[in-house]
């Protein structure tokens, strides 16, 4: 099905895998992990044939299945709707929107021949199979939270994340032979991401699914191939695990507890040649002994000084919010809506400081859309919105749509703190993006680097309100700790849109607000539940 041999891949001068060979046969479900920057998603374009490896070769056979990471869908017109999107996975869009066209035709002018045009084509559409094709395709939508009415819509009037799960559709619909996920799950509800689990658990094809949602690990996969890339200087290598991810958590820790202790023998070996040779070195007539010793530290040291090190955790600080008034913000029945349709109307709630509202409704609810209008991105249709006295808003987009994807991380650190450079590089650091990675360009950044650095110009910024719309996408479950650590600590106020559940909870909310229809409550575990249906 998909063979890499002698695989090496290098991105922006790094070699992130070097000379992998792996096999997935059909019915493998693979689950590629590890830390954010490692490397997955260049490794997955490679087997995707987007990207030429450096040395050795990937075989395929069958059709290919591609989801991207990334929720833009490049090279589709904003006008096609979405149902005709999906349908391209098998090719019928195409017949699809000529018998629309034939229909139209027959309809202004009923001659015969517009007729008998019509019904040849509406036939053939028919015997081939496409009306049901096209239920199937309707289904899987569903499945994934696209209901008749959404799929209706041209996909430039659609968020980011529904024409993510558009092109999911699109991909399952087409039934490859092998299937390539990246970051399946970070825009679905617990309800799109049950149907998604049972979907790859039936699926008969071969799945290769990059993954930081460890419970779809667990449940979806059968091997893991860990790009173990610890640092970014580091070449990376793919370690095959069979088993389940929890499985390969335990091998892993074993593991690396073992190079760890290797690692400690080697070196009490070099300390102790070490010791011989410098007692050696004053002697002249040791010499020739002394250089033997030497080349043999060599040896011990050689290609080893990278193994038996593990990924370096993120060691988050946020510095404290500057003061402001008791009430941070107080909204009074704001009203949304765009040309299309209808988002909320009549919403009031209040926020006071130091307080945690998280924000849930189901999707196309408007909880983006309530958090860029509190952001002053967005004006409301009607209704009153006032900031508290000091009040300093920091906000962190789904999309990142506020990086400058031309300016390198460096610069966007600064335009968004205006702090001096030695400031935002200590504030990088943090985040784990550290030496020459200050100057890439924000647009070559991996997925959760891109999540990273939005962060670290929330955390270099004096606020003290944060605005959190997904904030853990795409983050290592390592990262994601750490984050949840920090913001729980952290005594600023926040208004949060999140549908990662532990997540939430660490957070412990005071308060939450039900879109559309505007009701605050207490916070209260039952919430939680809920939370997995935003
Ligand atoms: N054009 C480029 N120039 C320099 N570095 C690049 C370029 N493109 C990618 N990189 C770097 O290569 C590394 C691997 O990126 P990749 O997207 O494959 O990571 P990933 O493992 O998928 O991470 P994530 O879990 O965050 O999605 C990252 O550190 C990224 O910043
Ligand atoms: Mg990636």
Not at 293 to 310: F, K, M, N, P
Not at 357 to 380: Q, S, Y
Request: aromatic content about 6%.
């Amino acid at each position: 099905m998909l063979r890499a041999e002698g695989l090496s891949v290098e991105i922006g001068g790094r070699t992130v895998v070097d000379r992998a060979t792996f096999t997935v046969a059909a019915r493998d479900k693979v689950g590629v992990v590890g830390r954010n920057g490692a490397g997955k998603t260049t490794l997955m374009r490679v087997l995707g044939g987007e990207l030429d490896p450096t040395a050795g070769s990937v075989r395929a056979s069958g059709a290919y299945g591609y989801l991207p990471q990334d929720p833009r869908i490049p090279g589709v017109f904003d006008t096609r709707t979405a149902i005709s999107h999906v349908l391209t996975g098998r090719g019928i869009d195409a017949e699809r929107e000529r018998i629309e066209k034939l229909r139209v035709a027959m309809e202004a002018e009923p001659s015969t021949r517009n007729i008998e045009r019509y019904t040849r084509a509406e036939e053939a559409f028919r015997v081939s199979g496409g009306y049901s094709a096209e239920s199937e395709a309707r289904s899987i939508a569903a499945g994934l939270g696209l209901d008749d009415m959404r799929l209706g819509l041209a996909l430039g009037s659609m968020s980011g994340g529904e024409r993510r799960r558009i092109e999911l559709a699109r991909i399952l619909f087409a039934g490859s032979d092998v299937l390539c996920l990246d970051e399946p799950t970070n825009h679905l509800d617990v309800d799109a991401r049950d149907w998604l689990l049972q979907f790859l658990r039936q699926y008969r094809g071969a799945l290769v699914v990059i993954s930081h949602d460890l419970e779809l690990l667990d449940e979806a996969i059968t091997r893991v191939l860990h790009l173990d890339r610890p640092d970014d200087a580091d070449v990376g290598a793919v370690v095959e695990y069979r088993g389940t991810y929890s499985q390969y958590r335990k091998a892993r820790a074993a593991d690396e507890e073992r190079a760890e202790r290797e690692a400690r023998t080697r070196q009490r070996e070099i300390d102790r040649l070490q010791r011989v040779v410098d007692r050696f070195g004053a002697k002249a007539t040791k010499a020739a002994m002394a250089h033997n010793v030497e080349r043999r530290i060599a040896r011990l040291s050689d290609g080893h000084v990278e193994r038996g090190r593990t990924e370096r955790g993120l060691r988050l600080r946020l510095p404290d919010p500057p003061s402001c008034g008791r009430t941070v913000v107080d909204a009074t029945s704001l009203c949304m809506a765009y040309e299309t349709h209808h988002v909320f109307d009549d919403v009031s709630f209040s926020v006071g400081r130091g307080e945690r509202l998280v924000v849930v409704g189901l999707n196309g609810a408007g909880k983006t859309t309530l958090l860029r209008v509190l952001a002053g991105e967005l004006e409301p249709r009607l209704g009153d919105l006032q900031f508290g006295y000091q009040v300093k808003v920091g906000y962190f987009a789904q999309e990142h749509d506020n990086l400058s994807a031309e300016e390198s991380l460096l610069e966007n650190q600064r335009a968004a703190t205006g702090a001096d450079d030695q400031t935002c590089r200590s504030v990088l650091a943090m985040f784990g993006l550290t030496g020459d990675k200050v100057h890439q360009q924000a647009a070559t950044l991996s997925g959760g680097e891109r999540t990273k650095l939005s962060l670290a110009m929330l955390a270099g910024g004096r606020h003290n309100v944060l605005l959190l719309d997904e904030p853990t996408n795409n983050l290592d479950p390592s990262s994601r700790e750490a984050v949840a650590h920090v913001l729980s600590d952290w005594p600023g106020t926040m208004i949060l849109v999140s549908h990662d559940t532990w997540f939430v909870e660490q957070l412990a909310p005071t308060h939450v607000l039900v879109l559309p229809d505007g009701d605050v409550d207490h916070w209260g575990r039952d919430w939680l539940g809920v939370v997995g249906l935003s």
